[in-house]
């Protein structure tokens, strides 16, 4: 068993703690395609071996890659938006001592974390913003976490594959309930349009119909 950090931002955060959110799909990064394919032949599909992935169409139009960020039974830590504070009264950048709180930018949540009884974690570091308010998700170290989550399945698929329970499940209906836009006056039967407007608002692009990851995945204690 492995981990591996993962990216969410506040919705998708929301959405895992109120267990709508299962799934999530991650474009493909560097696809090994064989010369001479076309990358984009409308039959090609995905299948995979011991963990190991190909896309083929009449023939194999790529050489073997794997999920970076794991195979079932692995572990992702979420990173999110977050801010460390310190409980007396020293400034957090000249912080020092046993105790640290964090409070989780998602839902205000503060979480306590104490070394006093215990090793101090060897992922323990402040980013030098830490004074400065909320810190992005990616300065989010291991010990600060606080969602856990165990990969359940991996599969790849053309983005525009999503199915509406899938769509469901990666917690598009329940973004687009958060939105002051048309989206959030989507109902049951628009699951895949709900979730191509989230896609998009990640900076993805939902026309270009990518290779992607289907993560599945189940919180458990962190």
């Known amino acids: 068993m492995r981990e591996h950090p993962i990216l969410f931002n506040g919705a998708m955060v929301r959405a895992i703690l109120a267990g709508q959110k ?13 010369p001479g394919c076309n990358p984009d032949f409308s039959q090609a599909r995905a299948f995979s071996n011991a963990g190991e992935f190909r896309i083929a169409g009449s023939q ?3 050489t073997g890659f794997r999920c970076p960020f794991g195979q ?3 572990r992702l830590w979420v990173r999110e938006t977050w801010r460390p504070q310190t409980v007396h009264s020293c400034a957090m950048d000249t912080c020092d001592c046993d105790s640290v709180g964090v409070t989780f930018a998602a839902d205000g949540e503060w979480v306590l974390h104490t070394w006093s009884q215990a090793p101090v974690p060897d992922s323990w570091y402040l980013p030098d ?7 992005p998700s990616i300065h989010m170290p291991r010990w600060a976490c606080r969602l856990m989550l165990e990969i359940t399945d991996v599969r790849v698929e053309r983005l ?7 769509a469901l499940a990666e917690g598009a ?3 687009a309930g958060e939105q002051d836009t048309p989206v959030r006056d989507l109902d049951t039967g ?3 349009i709900a979730f191509s407007a ?10 270009s119909n990518p290779w992607v990851w289907v993560i599945t995945f189940k919180r458990i204690e962190a």
């Open 22 to 34: 299962t799934q999530t799909r991650r474009a493909i990064k560097g696809i090994p395609w064989r």
């Open 60 to 62: 194999e139009m790529t």
């Open 72 to 74: 079932p039974g692995d």
């Open 129 to 135: 913003a830490a004074a400065r308010g909320n810190l």
């Open 160 to 166: 525009q594959a999503i199915r509406p329970a899938d």
């Open 173 to 175: 209906m329940a973004w």
């Open 190 to 192: 628009d699951e895949r």
């Open 198 to 207: 989230l896609w998009d608002s990640t900076g993805g692009d939902w026309n």
